[in-house]
């Protein structure tokens, strides 16, 4: 993919804009002032368009939604992830999952401090939650949004054949270093095209806080999962009545009750439980750690209402 331009080109821009950050906290509307100035200097520069929008929209000012519209128009694909801070600045989220390119330049561009940063610093917890209660050996697993493999290295001896996906290319070959998986490839998950039941055990822990409407996946691992299969992931909790929303970190959180009737719909018994998954600026994320066994006695109607999912 084409890497983002982090500086604008213009070295008079650059340092307005360098000048511009030396009044924030303090004067957020003089920051923006001088964003702006660099900006007419170097007009297609989205960064520097986002930074615009980022400022505006923390301190509240007018203008944010053009800049992140900007950013929009410069970089189609989003890399950036202007489209989330566009709804963040909305009452209720209007998309249903993170822009691909987003997702894919964010892990690529982490991966190498990837895991110091989970481990060390937020002390996460979502693989460990998972594999608690998957104490039986499985043929075949499949670790969806595998990352650097933190929830592989707990599969490895519980797996008869281990198998990765994630979209970054970096964070796939961190995990690869591990020596857990039999198999890695690079997929979205957003665009898994249909296969036949052939998985005794799929998991994602910590991946769908980039997705907020869930109907979509859940189909397509209802489909590609056996008869009895385990579907163990977790997902950060909210209690409002949404089925999701887009909380400020520009993760998504999910209802209990909504995942619980999805699950239902697509085939599987599940037992849903709370605990904390990581910690964020010294506070617990609550979440919901999911463990679903996909009914071996479905009905011709519920076949189809799970191939309907996955539409």
Same mark, same amino acid.
């Given at each position: 993919m084409i890497p983002l331009v982090m500086t604008s080109g213009d070295l008079l821009a650059d340092r307005r804009a360098d000048y511009a950050e030396s009044y924030l906290p303090s004067d957020p509307a003089a920051a923006a002032e001088l964003y702006q100035q660099a900006l007419e200097r170097a007009p297609r520069w989205a960064a520097g368009w986002f930074r615009l929008g980022e400022i505006r929209a923390d301190a509240g000012l007018d203008l944010a939604e053009a800049a992140f519209e900007r950013v929009l128009e410069l970089d189609p694909e989003d890399r950036l992830g202007a489209s989330l801070r566009l709804d963040l600045l909305h009452p209720r989220s209007l998309s249903d999952a993170m822009p691909t390119a987003f997702v894919e330049a964010l892990f690529d561009q982490y $991966?190498?401090?990837?895991?110091?940063? %989970?481990l060390s610093k937020l002390d996460y917890r979502a693989p460990a939650l998972l594999a608690r209660d998957l104490q039986c050996q499985y043929e075949r697993v499949l670790d969806l949004g595998c990352g650097t493999g933190l929830m592989g290295r707990e599969l490895a001896a519980k797996s008869g054949w281990l198998e990765g996906w994630d979209i970054s290319s970096?964070?796939?070959?961190?995990?690869? $270093?591990?020596?857990?998986?039999?198999? %890695?490839?690079?997929?979205?998950l957003s665009a898994l095209m249909p296969e036949e039941s052939r998985w005794d055990l799929i998991t994602a822990a910590d991946v769908f806080a980039y997705i907020g409407a869930l109907e979509q996946i859940i189909g397509w691992v209802s489909a590609a999962i056996r008869p009895g299969g385990r579907f163990a992931f977790t997902v950060e909790l909210h209690d409002g009545p949404e089925a999701y929303i887009l909380r400020p970190s520009r993760r998504y959180a999910h209802s209990r009750h909504h995942l619980a009737e999805l699950l239902d719909l697509a085939g599987f018994e599940a037992a849903i439980t709370t605990d904390w998954l990581r910690m964020d600026r010294g506070a617990p994320i609550e979440g919901l750690i999911v463990q679903a066994q996909r009914r071996a006695d479905t009905s011709p109607q519920q076949e189809t209402d799970m191939r309907a999912l996955c539409l």
């Open positions: $991966a190498s401090g990837f895991e110091e940063s %989970l970096e964070m796939l070959r961190e995990a690869g $270093a591990k020596a857990c998986y039999h198999a %890695l490839e690079k997929r979205d």
